[in-house]
Nanobody, 127 residues
């Protein structure tokens, strides 16, 4: 059974950093995609970054380019989201997710293509 477990959220001051982790279990190989999404109160869930674990291709939303970085550690079956220079508008519940389908050379940005979701980890940026 496929499972995704996020951790690493918390309260941080503007300009601070956090690293989120998504531990993945249930895939039989490293041929999958992991996406990070976030949802702020009263707003729709939006894509942040994603990575094709097989080939390392990534995507980043414009709002986080240059501040966030997605990476993976295949030996630990973990995908990380390093978030730097956090701002109050980054406050949200952050989820990692995975589609059943495999991809080559890219990762999908549409959340409707993702079939499995973690429980989320809260990130709050406030002074």
């Amino acid at each position: 059974q496929l499972q995704l477990v996020e951790s690493g959220g918390g309260l941080v001051q503007p300009g601070g950093s956090l690293r989120l982790s998504c531990v993945v279990s249930g895939f039989t190989s490293h041929n999958y995609v992991i996406g990070w999404f976030r949802q702020a109160p009263g707003k729709e869930r939006e894509g942040v970054q994603c990575i094709n674990v097989r080939d390392g291709s990534t995507y980043s939303a414009d709002s986080v380019k240059g501040r966030f970085n997605i990476s993976r550690d295949n030996a630990k079956n973990t995908v990380y989201l390093q978030m730097n220079n956090l701002q109050p508008e980054d406050t949200a519940l952050y989820y990692c997710a995975a589609p059943l389908e495999t991809y080559r050379g890219y990762c999908p940005t549409n959340l409707l293509e993702y079939d499995f979701w973690g429980q989320g980890t809260q990130v709050t940026v406030s002074s």
